[in-house]
């Protein structure tokens, strides 16, 4: 089971709190979308991704990017058992949109650096470590039900 | 000799001109980045059990991380040729510090955070992936030598 620390708690806590949804999740998928341009394959349905431009415009990547954090907000009220509150949703990611689960750690990077674009020197080392040991939790949890 | 860098004429030009907005910036990113790297991604420690501090913002932390941009600073001057621009800092790390590669993807990382929190409006996603690609061809032109 994984410890987390007063302030780890307290922090994850904090952050999501004070994000806008609308806007740290569009990011954070436009961003994966252009850095990391081979995990558009798994968005055809969406249109328009030819370039940056087009991505960050994009309102079926803005719709996504909203149901991407909103998902994450399941984790951070159920810190202490991620793994569990997270079954369906790794079933989901495995079986029917077969992801490959490599591609979370690239959300999961890009969403650390929209993040820190957000709260400037207030991601300190240790704010940005408990985010990402957060992230891994979630990874690790969506990557459970792989087989 | 070959160059294996495959950075596109728009890549160059794109970190060409971000690194001349935050180049004199250049000393304390490099001491954000290795700070953070040190706290979020402890097993680098084990490459600094020769200094007094390893906290953020300790004396060899703040010396170290300017040495580290002042490298970056040199890949960006020698862009067009990494390899041969870069071959007695490889020669370095591949014999006297011997930096299992894997680490330069984790600096790499924690740069890329520190310009998102340090300069979150010129840090978009056109000039997050340019970046990334250039730390990349970085990183590999410091491996070369390794075997």
């Not at chain 2, 706290?39 to 906290?55: E, G």
């Not at chain 2, 010396?63 to 370095?92: C, P």
Request: glycine share 6%; hydrophobic share 45%; charged share 20%.
């Amino acid at each position: 089971m994984v410890k987390w620390t007063d302030f780890e708690r307290a922090t994850i806590q904090d952050i999501f709190s004070k994000i806008d949804y609308g806007v740290v999740g569009p990011a954070a998928l436009s961003r994966c979308l252009i850095v990391y341009p081979w995990t558009q394959r798994y968005f055809g349905g969406f249109g328009n991704l030819y370039n940056a431009a087009a991505i960050t415009s994009n309102p079926k990547v803005a719709a996504h990017g909203k149901v991407v954090i909103e998902g994450l907000e399941k984790a951070v009220k159920n810190m202490d058992d991620i793994k569990s509150t997270y079954k369906d949703l790794s079933v989901l990611h495995s079986e029917k949109l077969q992801v490959d689960p490599d591609n979370f750690n690239l959300l999961a990077d890009c969403l650390t650096i929209v993040v820190a674009s957000q709260m400037g020197a207030a991601f300190t080392p240790q704010v940005h470590a408990a985010f990402q040991k957060f992230l891994a939790v979630v990874v690790a949890s969506l990557r459970k039900q792989y087989y | 000799m070959t160059n294996i860098s495959t950075l596109s004429a728009k890549d160059k030009e794109t970190v060409k001109t971000f690194w001349a907005k935050i180049s004199s910036s250049g000393d304390a990113i490099g001491a954000d980045a290795l700070s953070r790297m040190l706290v979020v991604y402890p097993q680098t420690k084990t490459y600094f059990s020769h200094w007094k501090d390893l906290s953020p913002g300790s004396a060899p932390v703040l010396k170290h991380g300017a040495t580290v941009m002042g490298g970056v600073g040199e890949a960006v001057a020698k862009i067009d040729d990494l390899s041969a621009g870069l071959l007695s800092l490889s020669e370095l790390h591949a014999f006297t510090l011997r930096v299992d590669p894997s680490n330069f993807k984790v600096l790499s990382h924690n740069i890329l955070v520190v310009l998102a929190l340090m300069f979150p409006t010129d840090f978009t996603p056109e000039v997050h992936v340019a970046m990334d690609k250039f730390l990349a061809a970085v990183a590999r032109a410091l491996s070369e030598k390794y075997r």
